[in-house]
């Protein structure tokens, strides 16, 4: 955020009560509703998660044991079986909601589509059967490299159905990174598409599974199945590729969840950290079920006939949790969306709104700040009456975005939920429960019932009110990360050791940089490792480092986060060159492109600046924080005389 947002929202001092007609019918009608399960929770998370597990969730075997906690190692519901997509399917087929819309799935250009639970149920087993005929077995791993469609969901529920883990790639991501990470979780089969529509245009996605898998590159993977898309022509490997639409009429619908423990892997997920090598976040079955289920439920206030759209991309966890398992496993409808809004078609949002009378919508700030410069016209001229509830993630909102979503998409009349979450902990950590919390604009406000989070100093100790601190949780909760996929020493290094345990007490530490007021209330500041925000997307600035210096003109390079109106924050990258090469318009065009190939276009820096070197310490790190100032165009601050040459300072400053 920067310093004037955070200077607002130091100031802000607005405070929005709920509806009292929205909370009479809200499943947590109040304050007083909420602290009492907040109360319940902490005065014992494990027999608040029990009895809801019980309740809400269907259960092959009860479990033994309801946590195992051997810090930083925790395990739920030991002993337990049961299948995710079990709860996400085939219980609502003995119940009216098997002839219930599951999910609503508008394409581009003008296609669309929506499957029941019974017919989404149907297609699921079909794909479980195809892989199983292509040797998936439980405990396997599949790699899902798709655009917005529905066979993603019908995928990673097949997976789960048949107890393979799934490892979902976004599509933005170049074949380079697809390689490493099906490496990395050893994948068996690839699910992919021939391609996908991306603004109105199709682009390729098997090409790039091809290049992943060239030269043997990726020995564990037996099989690609591709769902045919968007008709591009594409290569095909016989023996290895398959297409969906002919195993597809053959395959039985019927396909038996596998129970499957409540420990047992359920999918692995790639995020950014803050060393170069991206880590494979570990979730599991019974934990992920619950939480995902109950924080949807009770953020969401899901009733019966809402309509949800979440805008995210099944890539990200907000994909998985949000669109995809929360959803389903409560038997809601949920809308997904294979567009992306762009200045050609600025009401593309609000017509989907309209047309299927959304009555819950999620989306990201960045989008928010997008819509909010292009001015209100557009969603002045559609009818978003069936809102009721309006959702945010991803980064800090800035208040002027919060009061603008809430006054011309919300009519002044839903409730905020701002929900501050993390790959790593699988749902909502912090949120306000839309009928009973009072909102603040820019705040994700309070924990969820169950979650023990604070704002402490490095030592552990909470900080003052209204002082900054470390974001952290102080007891395990059923969606916590359970490790790192094949890294446990990086797990605990990263989340469990930069904050000491202190008298047998553990901290999870989230990255983020936070502030608790007078309320109690949470202010997220963003990160406070090397890790940028950039449209709500992770970036680890090392990442970036590594890609740029594995071209040949590259000797060194620094990434920083630059202030962006729109992005939250954009890549800016400082690069000393190789004596042979020099700097050049083109080659910084290069470098970009350079980027965009070793990850994807996401990573793109918006800016490069050529130097002749970096500001080191006198032990040769590179101090980053002067980058960042000079980034964005702010004062230099803190002591410069640690530096080992003043110079380099100086002439950074005047852009070389
Ligand atoms: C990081 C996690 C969780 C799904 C999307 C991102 C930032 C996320 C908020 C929010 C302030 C937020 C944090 C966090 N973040 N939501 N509501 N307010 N910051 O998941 O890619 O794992 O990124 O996103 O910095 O650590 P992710």
């Not at 309801?66 to 930083?72: H, N």
């Not at 037996?222 to 290569?235: C, E, P, S």
């Not at 929900?419 to 909102?439: K, V, Y």
Request: aromatic share 10%; glycine share 8%.
């Amino acid at each position: 955020m920067s310093d004037s947002t955070i200077e607002s929202v130091l100031q802000e001092q607005r405070v929005f009560e709920p509806p009292a007609a929205f909370s009479e019918k809200a499943r947590i009608p109040s304050m007083e509703a909420y602290q009492k399960l907040y109360d319940e929770a902490a005065a014992d998370p494990a027999a608040f998660w029990a009895k809801l597990a019980e309740q809400e969730l269907d259960w092959f075997e009860k479990w033994d044991t309801v946590l195992d906690w051997q810090p930083p190692v925790a395990k739920w519901f030991v002993g337990g079986k049961s299948n995710i997509s079990y709860n996400c399917l085939d219980r609502h087929l003995k119940t009216d909601k098997k002839d219930k819309t599951a999910l609503i799935w508008e394409g581009e250009p003008g296609d669309s589509r929506s499957l029941t639970y019974t017919e989404l149920h149907a297609e699921v087993c079909q794909m479980a059967n195809v892989l199983k005929d292509m040797g998936v077995r439980k405990g396997d791993r599949v790699g899902l490299y798709m655009p917005m469609v529905p066979e993603a969901a019908i995928a990673m529920l097949a997976c789960t159905r048949i107890g393979a883990a799934h490892t979902v790639i976004f599509g933005g991501f170049s074949s380079e990174a697809l390689r490493d990470r099906l490496n990395d979780a050893e994948a068996k089969v690839v699910i992919t598409a021939d391609g996908g529509f991306r603004k109105d245009k199709p682009m390729g996605l098997k090409p790039a599974v091809d290049a992943a898998l060239a030269d043997n590159a990726v020995p564990s993977v037996t099989n690609v199945l591709v769902v045919q898309r968007t008709k591009q022509a594409v290569d095909w490997t016989a023996g290895r590729d398959v297409w969906w639409h002919d195993v597809k009429p053959d395959a039985s619908t019927d396909c038996p969840a596998e129970p499957m423990d409540s420990e047992a892997l359920l999918f692995i997920l790639y995020t950014s950290g803050t060393t170069g090598k991206p880590k494979g976040v570990v979730h599991t079955t019974a934990g992920y079920n619950l939480y995902t289920h109950m924080t949807f439920k009770w953020t969401f206030d899901i009733k019966e006939d809402d309509i949800y759209w979440c805008t995210a991309d099944v890539g990200w966890i907000t994909g998985h949790s949000y669109i995809v398992y929360g959803p389903l496993s409560n038997g809601a409808t949920t809308v997904m969306y294979e567009g992306a809004p762009r200045p050609s078609n600025p009401g593309a949002f609000w017509d989907v709104i309209e047309k299927y009378k959304v009555s819950i919508f999620y989306t990201a700030p960045t989008a928010i700040r997008a819509f909010m410069k292009m001015g209100d016209k557009e969603p002045n001229a559609r009818d978003l009456s069936s809102l009721r509830i309006l959702g945010t993630v991803g980064e800090p909102i800035n208040p002027e975005a919060w009061m603008w979503y809430r006054k011309v998409i919300g009519g002044d009349n839903c409730p905020i939920v701002d929900t501050w979450w993390q790959t790593e902990t699988g749902g909502f950590m912090l949120t306000p429960l839309p009928g009973a919390t009072p909102t603040k604009p820019g705040s994700a406000t309070k924990p969820f019932p169950g979650i023990l989070a604070d704002v402490v100093d490095t030592e552990g100790n909470p900080v003052g009110v209204n002082e900054g601190g470390y974001l952290v949780v102080k007891h395990p909760w059923p969606s916590m990360m359970r490790t790192v996929y094949g890294d446990d020493a990086r797990f605990r290094r990263t989340y469990w050791e930069h904050i000491p345990p202190k008298d047998g007490q553990y901290f999870y530490f989230a990255g983020d940089g936070a502030r608790k007021d007078e309320d109690g209330y949470f202010w997220v500041m963003g990160r406070t490792d090397d890790v940028l925000n950039v449209s709500g997307h992770r970036l680890g600035t090392m990442e970036i480092e590594s890609a740029l210096v594995s071209h040949p003109a590259v000797a060194e390079a620094a990434v920083v986060g630059r202030k962006d109106e729109l992005k939250g924050e954009d890549v800016y990258a400082f690069v000393t060159l190789e004596n042979r090469y020099s700097a050049s318009d083109e080659l910084k065009t290069e470098l970009k492109q350079h980027v965009v190939k070793e990850i994807g276009a996401i990573a793109r820096p918006g800016e490069i600046q050529f130097t002749d070197a970096l500001p080191k310490t006198r032990s040769g790190k590179i101090i980053r924080r002067f980058l960042r100032n000079l980034a964005s165009d702010e004062e230099v601050v803190g002591d410069a005389t640690t530096m080992e040459d003043q110079s380099v300072l100086e002439k950074l400053r005047q852009g070389s």
